[in-house]
């Protein structure tokens, strides 16, 4: 029975971990629009889920009643869930980036722009 426990406190601070992660995108990328918002989330978590089938090392909680196994279990869990959801904020600002650059030079303009101030009067 402690382990049926130990799974439900892991999905719920899954969920927490989650919520928390997606407020800090929202302050922290606030020019990103709902459609790159979603897409960002979930590559986050399928990377997250990627790295939980690839073998990421979570405890086993399983009839277990040791406080600090469930900890290191959910400590690990947070881990991987922050990393996931990291690793989908760079692959969408590297992406932007990327067909930024590539539009920009199929149209023929130049990849750099530079500011020019305008005339005082």
């Given at each position: 029975?402690?382990?049926?426990?130990a799974?439900?406190?892991?999905?719920?601070?899954q969920?927490v971990?989650?919520i928390?992660?997606?407020?800090v995108?929202?302050?922290?990328?606030?020019?990103l629009?709902p459609?790159d918002?979603?897409r960002?989330r979930?590559l986050?978590?399928?990377?997250?889920?990627l790295?939980?089938?690839?073998g990421w090392?979570?405890?086993?909680?399983?009839?277990?009643t040791d406080?600090?196994?469930?900890?290191?279990?959910?400590?690990?869990?947070?881990?991987?869930?922050v990393l996931?959801?990291a690793?989908?904020?760079?692959?969408?600002m590297f992406?932007?980036?990327?067909t930024r650059?590539?539009v920009e030079?199929?149209?023929?303009?130049?990849?750099?722009?530079?500011?020019?101030e305008?005339?005082?009067?």
């Amino acid at each position: 029975m402690d382990g049926f426990w130990a799974g439900i406190i892991l999905m719920v601070l899954q969920f927490v971990a989650f919520i928390a992660i997606w407020r800090v995108e929202d302050v922290a990328l606030p020019r990103l629009v709902p459609r790159d918002v979603t897409r960002t989330r979930v590559l986050g978590i399928g990377l997250s889920a990627l790295g939980l089938l690839a073998g990421w090392p979570i405890p086993n909680t399983t009839g277990t009643t040791d406080i600090g196994v469930i900890a290191s279990a959910v400590l690990w869990f947070a881990a991987l869930v922050v990393l996931g959801q990291a690793f989908a904020v760079l692959a969408f600002m590297f992406a932007r980036w990327f067909t930024r650059q590539y539009v920009e030079t199929r149209r023929g303009h130049k990849t750099e722009t530079r500011y020019t101030e305008p005339p005082t009067k």
